[in-house]
């Protein structure tokens, strides 16, 4: 009887210790890089590379994208 008591208390400690961590969430910033050629000859590459990024950022953005949900 004892055991028993002590799985559902533990089972009722651990449900609310998970529920109260849910508010808890922020939003996330997430950092990206970009490594490419930005001078000599084959800087337009790396501009072209640079562009096509900020582009696709642009655009998950505008759709709303969240990370992980």
Do not use: C
């Not at 089972?11 to 939003?27: E, G, N």
């Not at 590379?49 to 759709?63: F, H, V």
């Not at 709303?64 to 949900?69: A, P, S």
């Amino acid at each position: 009887m004892q055991v028993k008591f002590n799985v559902i208390a533990g089972a009722a400690v651990a449900a609310v210790a998970m529920l109260s961590t849910a508010a808890q969430a922020q939003d996330m910033v997430v950092k990206i890089g970009h490594v490419g050629p930005v001078s000599g000859a084959q800087a337009h590459y790396g501009k072209d590379n640079e562009n096509g990024a900020r582009m696709a950022i642009e655009e998950l953005n505008a759709k709303g994208v969240t990370i992980g949900g």
